[in-house]
């Protein structure tokens, strides 16, 4: 019998970090309730991730692994962890300031948040499927919690019920499907079920395809694919605005970083199951297009948008090639990035009104200081949505789509293409909302204020904006990165 | 041994349908004990007596007993409503049927299992099922094991932010 | 290393400033700024076109960072200064200069002057990556960030509802267009494996067969792309829209520059183009019959700038109708000719609108040569430019073109084009007769405020009115052996061949005189006699051909037709399938039902058993019976 060494939890340094911020952060919320500033939670955290962050870069090419094989910290989950962590320092910067004007106030709010991370940090650089299914199971259940946190607000807790039992549901295909591999494959590790499944005649089993297919479903609700979605507009609009921030960057990435892991490394698919995916791709694409398009709450416009980019990334899914395993990292990043950014904008509370509907946003670029800097990064983010070059949205289109034709892909490309054409109109929407509409009821409002939170958000979405437009004009850095990451995994 | 295995899985599958048709919930409540105490049995018969022995614990007793309370405490009466057959039921029970009908094909078709490794029956009688788990779960799966408790401790801080009184 | 990338750095910088710091540094700052930045990328633009024309092999290129190096795909940020990026460069920063510093004095009283300038130096920059561009990425760049430029900058006076219509009809048509010119460019991709365009052009004749299916499917594509930037039949819509824009923005984008980028485009891809001949046939014809329409419908128009927007897509027509037939360098120097003159006309026009405060109908004008001497002068220039009347700038690109489309055997198309040329000079002299001569129809109160544009706005004129005159210089035909025909030596060499049109030199004299008396002449004397004086006989001949007069003054109801045929479908079936019966039927109805009822009941428990969670579930679960059937299940 083997146990476990000191050197085993060098890979999960990072995770470590995390959770004794957390942790240290609900101490600090009980000992200091009446003393406490309500900066010192946020900013603990954010300590916390930067510290963990640059654990994660000490790590990083080192190629480590611990617990048995089970954990690695290779540059594909590096990249990955580093990704959620951004995430989750930009969301807690916006953050702060929607839970100083909406009364939301729970500190416990960040150590959920971190426990989210931790848990997708776990799940993603994990090869073994009962850790990935917990680090899944924390992640979400913190991210049920995040949505329902709101207590007094009716959608907020429909929402979070929606949330939870759907969630649950999709759980118990997931596991289901575990437990099916395992009985096929006789192990829960990946190395050992893709070994078994090379194997010639391993797909004439049922089991496993029906194994796989409910694993697939079970991820895919996470990340939303079609007809795997309808939770997301309904959570969306109706959780904290940072939270669905949250969700559409982070919780997406980490689906995805696990659809990698699972299928794009090693499982040899048949034409069968390309079509499948193929189908999806285009289902999910078409659908979130067209259902944006109609919407006029702008969270849920964006939750439908935010279905529409999943299905551009299962574009590359189907690809499957070592180009398109780069792309979607990259997209994931880069959709991490602007839909965080476009969500946050909303975050900020205008002349003490939260925007909801496009009317909201009428003459928005004009209302004041706050707003008319937010105008700007929120044109920036709707212009990188809908992949105007020189924007993070366009070079990660431009990869999906380059990866989908090298591989002679060229109608679900057409596709594709024509589903970004439709987007334009529901993004341009919001600028044009913004700066071509006169405010209503103009002469009634107050002077808005500039508060110290809101230029908190605005300072992290500006950090987001200029990532996006860097990210979008000098791609090649990051393209190396996430190819190093990809040759990691490639079995 | 079949015949006891046929008998737990048939009132099983039964006490399982009263917990959606019982339209008092006490009702429901005890058929669900009932349901987990067969499935109890069941995983005796496949020789993992400290699963079974967790299942009656955990859910017969802990989680039961919690239902119990609430019931009582919320004072929820039976409405006298029974299910309604109305198309979105139908539709429901359609599907439902149709992944029953999924699941038990796949388990008709041409199966196989994979390799049972050293965890075969023999090995279990010989060591005893909770020697094997213990050793599973502070050797190989010691992380999972502990990360559980992360996941326990996320559920425990969202009970807490649901049930907490005061909003400020 | 030239620093090429200095040139789209002015205006970028000019943008960063004038967008940041323009409203706090107030209007003389913007003023200064604005121009400048255009000034400086003129003066770098100059430099290195001398540097080009003395360097072997006439091309500069400058690979400034890589940007995106992955297994399958190298590509460098790279610029490239050739004969045509040249021209282009001199053009685009040239008229672009003069035009900014028209706009300090036609926008001064605009409130958001600063945006206005920030925007105009935006377009700069993009419009310069399009043609500095090696690859079809950064063309790409160029073509969405012009494409996005013209959109605000038509949307500029956005309280007007119309100028909102305006520019989403510039965008949606253009997405149209990009729409072709993506597909096109993915093409090329597939079969070349390559987006770059000098590696595309050299090896455009082995990878593709000549005349063969994919070759004209790819110019197919990419001539879509060409004919929304460009305003041709069928996309051409957008442009007499675009109007709604500030003049200056027209002259600019919607006559010199922007519009122009289709044609930059086939020219850049000449050696591809000419494997396609049945595209090429199509883009001559597509050219021809643009330039006819629009020219028929600016006969009627009564809107000054109007007449000019359908004066400028029947201008691209023969560019286009150029292009069709082989003359590519002929066809870019009509470009060039036409960036001078049809900017003149738009400033002068816009000089015109700024006099009268606004009135942009001719019907309200009228004698106004006395008043505004410079503006009439220049525009008199541009106007005779524009006829093709010899020695101005249009009369040698314009003939230039109608001889290589004879010569090439085209003569259907020539006589469209004889046709246009006749039509232009009619309604140009209409619109100069009826803007500055006869009687003053001008509102009596806005008439005693009339005066002459400052200084700032006539300089522009100036200077582009003597490049209306001498422009053409560059390219006198042969037949005239007094000067070289500085245009064809200048692109030796770089276009593809077509094969040499037939054509004798007593040909190409009968026809020259034919299209100076018949073409620009006559029609010029037939306007004076119907609009000079009082407009009599203007309306008796309009009552004579009333069928004909309506069906131009509704531009043949393209507008209704697209709107009916096109629009209207398709937003009601997208109303009925996705609207009424989707999102109304299903989605709202549950909605709705949940509100009531969690109202109703006063719980959050009663309002989830609506159903609409237990949906959700529903197409989840069928979702999951479809995807296990069909993995599992469905037969071999």
């Known amino acids: ?491 | 041994m079949l015949l006891t295995f046929y008998i737990l899985g048939t009132v099983s599958v039964l006490s399982a349908l009263g917990v959606l048709v019982c339209r008092s919930p006490v009702y429901s409540a005890m058929s669900l004990v009932c349901s987990f105490f067969c499935l109890g049995g069941i995983y005796i018969l496949m020789n993992v007596e400290f699963v079974a022995v967790i299942q009656i614990l955990v859910y017969a007793g802990a989680i039961l007993v919690l239902f119990l309370f609430v019931i009582m405490l919320l004072n929820i009466v039976p409405t006298g409503e029974s299910v309604r057959f109305n198309l979105p039921v139908l539709i429901a029970f359609g599907i439902a049927v149709g992944l029953f009908a999924q699941i038990s094909g796949l388990f008709l078709g041409d199966i196989q299992f994979g390799p049972k490794d050293v965890y075969t029956a023999e090995a279990i009688s010989e060591e005893g099922s909770i020697g094997l788990i213990g050793r599973l779960l502070y050797g190989e799966f010691v992380l999972p094991f502990e990360a559980i408790s992360i996941l326990l401790l996320v559920a425990v801080i969202g009970a807490v932010i649901i049930g907490k009184r005061r909003l400020n | ?636």
């Open chain 3, 1 to 636: 290393m030239h620093q090429i990338w200095l040139v789209p750095a002015f205006p970028l910088i000019g943008f960063i400033l004038n967008g940041l710091f323009g409203k706090f540094f107030g209007k003389r700052f913007v003023s200064i700024v604005g121009p400048l930045s255009i000034g400086l990328a003129f003066l770098q633009s100059l430099v290195l076109f001398f540097a080009m024309l003395s360097t072997e092999g006439h091309a500069l290129h400058e690979q400034l960072y890589t940007w995106m190096q992955s297994g399958i795909l190298n590509l460098d940020v790279g610029f490239q200064v050739d004969q045509l990026s040249g021209l282009f460069l001199l053009i685009i920063t040239g008229v672009g200069f003069l035009i900014h510093v028209y706009s300090i004095g036609y926008m001064y009283e605009e409130d958001a002057f600063y945006r206005f300038f920030a925007y105009l130096n935006l377009f700069v920059f993009f419009m310069l990556i399009l043609v500095l561009g090696d690859n079809f990425i950064l063309m790409f760049v160029g073509w969405e960030g012009v494409g996005l430029c013209s959109y605000l900058l038509i949307g500029y006076y956005f309280e007007k509802q119309s100028a909102i219509d305006a520019s989403k009809k510039a965008f949606i048509t253009n997405r149209i267009g990009d729409f072709g010119f993506l597909s096109g460019v993915m093409l090329i991709f597939i079969y070349f494996n390559t987006l770059n365009f000098s590696e595309v052009n050299s090896s455009a004749g082995t990878v593709l067969e000549n005349g063969g299916l994919i070759v004209t499917l790819i110019t197919l594509f990419l001539f879509l792309g060409a004919t929304g930037k460009s305003a041709q039949i069928p996309l051409y819509v957008w442009l007499p829209d675009a109007m709604e824009g500030p003049t200056p923005v027209s002259a600019l984008i919607h006559a010199a520059t922007m519009v122009t980028s289709g044609l930059y485009m086939i020219a850049r891809l000449s050696h591809l183009f000419v494997l396609a001949p049945i595209t090429m046939a199509i883009v001559a014809s597509v050219g021809a019959v643009t330039a006819i329409l629009a020219a028929t419908i600016a006969i009627t128009q009564t809107d000054i700038k109007r007449v000019l927007a359908y004066s400028t897509v029947s201008q691209l027509g023969y560019m286009f109708l150029a292009m069709g037939v082989g003359a590519f360098g002929v066809g870019i120097f009509h470009v060039m000719t036409h960036a001078f003159f049809k900017a003149l006309l738009f400033l002068c026009s816009g000089a015109v609108i700024y006099s009268l405060h606004h009135e942009q109908d001719m019907m309200k004008m009228g004698a106004l040569r006395k008043k505004l001497p410079v503006t009439f002068a220049t525009m008199m220039i541009g106007t005779i430019a524009i006829t093709g009347i010899p020695p101005f700038a249009g009369f040698f690109s314009k003939d230039e073109i109608l001889w290589k489309t004879w010569s090439s055997g085209n003569f259907a198309l020539w006589f469209i084009g004889f046709l246009t040329a006749l039509l232009t000079s009619f309604y140009m002299f209409r619109l100069m007769f009826l803007t500055f001569y006869g009687n003053s129809r001008v509102d009596p109160h806005t008439e005693s405020h009339i005066h002459e544009s400052p200084v700032s706005m006539l300089a522009p004129l100036v200077v582009l009115a003597i490049l209306s005159i001498f422009g053409g210089f560059f390219g006198v035909p042969h037949i005239l052996h007094f000067l070289p025909n500085g245009i064809e030596h200048y692109f030796e060499g770089f276009y593809a061949e077509v094969q040499a049109g037939h054509g004798t030199v007593t040909a190409e004299i009968i026809l020259m005189v034919l299209s100076v008396f018949v073409a620009a002449l006559i029609p010029a004397w037939f306007a004076w006699k119907t609009y000079g004086g009082k407009l009599d006989t203007a309306d008796q001949r309009k009552e004579n051909f009333a069928f004909f007069h309506n069906l131009s003054l509704n531009k043949y109801y393209v507008d209704e037709i697209y709107n009916g045929g096109i629009i209207q479908p398709i937003k009601k079936i997208s109303d009925l399938v996705f609207w009424k019966w989707i999102d109304v039927g299903v989605i709202d109805r549950f909605v709705h039902l949940t509100g009531d009822v969690a109202r109703a009941s006063g719980g959050l428990i009663r309002g989830l058993q609506n159903g609409v969670l237990q949906q959700y579930a529903i197409i989840f679960a069928l979702g999951t019976l479809a995807i296990l059937y069909y993995l599992v299940f469905f037969p071999y």
């Open chain 1, 1 to 491: 019998m083997t146990f476990v060494t000191i050197s085993d939890f060098i890979p999960i340094v990072p995770e470590l970090i995390l959770v004794l911020t957390a942790l240290l952060v609900l101490l600090v919320d009980l000992v200091g309730t009446q003393t406490g500033y309500k900066m010192t939670s946020p900013l603990l955290a954010i300590g916390g991730l930067c510290v963990a962050v640059f654990a994660e870069i000490q790590l990083f090419g080192g190629n480590r692994v611990g617990f048995f094989d089970t954990i690695v910290a290779d540059q594909y989950s590096i990249l990955f962890e580093i990704i959620y962590m951004v995430t989750g320092i930009i969301t807690i910067t916006i953050s702060w300031h929607y839970i100083a004007e909406n009364n939301m106030n729970f500190r416990e709010y960040y150590v959920l948040m971190l426990f989210s991370i931790v848990g997708m940090m776990l799940m993603t650089s994990s090869l073994d499927l009962l850790m990935i299914f917990i680090g899944l199971e924390i992640m979400s259940i913190s991210s049920y919690i995040m949505v329902g946190m709101m207590r007094r607000v009716v959608t907020a807790n429909e929402a979070a019920l929606k949330y939870l039992l759907l969630g649950a549901f999709s759980t118990g295909f997931l596991l289901y499907g575990i437990s099916l591999i395992y009985g096929a494959t006789g192990s829960t590790q990946l190395p050992a079920i893709i070994e078994h499944l090379q194997q010639a005649g391993a797909f004439e089993n049922p089991l496993v395809g029906f194994g796989l297919a409910l694993l697939i479903i079970g991820v895919g609700f996470k990340v939303a694919i079609v007809p795997f979605h309808m939770w997301t507009p309904d959570v969306y609009t109706g959780a904290p605005t940072p939270v669905a921030a949250f969700m559409s960057a982070a919780v997406k990435a980490a689906g995805f970083a696990i659809l990698i892991r699972i299928f794009l490394t090693g499982i040899p698919h048949a034409e069968r199951w390309d079509n499948m995916m193929w189908v999806i791709a285009i289902l999910t694409m078409t659908v979130g297009n067209v259902m944006a398009l109609r919407q006029n709450n702008i969270k849920r416009m964006l939750a439908y948008s935010s279905i529409a980019h999943a299905g551009y990334v299962m574009v590359a899914v189907v690809v499957g090639s070592e180009a398109a395993i780069t792309s979607i990292i990259y997209y994931s990043f880069a959709y991490a990035l602007m839909g965080m950014g476009a969500f946050g904008v909303l975050s900020i509370r205008s002349n003490g009104k939260t925007i909801e509907t496009y009317e909201d946003l009428a003459g928005y670029a004009h209302a004041g200081p706050t707003e008319q800097v937010a105008a700007v990064l929120m044109s920036t983010f709707m212009l990188s949505l809908l992949g105007l070059p020189l924007t993070a949205g366009f070079i990660g289109k431009f990869q999906i789509f380059y990866a989908a034709l090298d591989e002679g892909w060229f109608w679900l490309t057409v596709i594709a293409a024509m589903n970004s054409v439709i987007s334009l109109f529901y993004y341009l929407r919001v600028i044009v909302f913004m700066y071509m509409k006169e405010r209503i009821g103009a002469q009634q409002e107050k002077e808005s204020q500039t508060s110290v939170s809101s230029l908190f958000a605005i300072t992290g979405l500006l950090a987001t904006a200029a990532g996006i437009v860097y990210l979008g004009i000098f791609p090649n850095d990051f393209v190396q990165l996430a190819q190093l990451s990809v040759t990691a995994i490639s079995f």
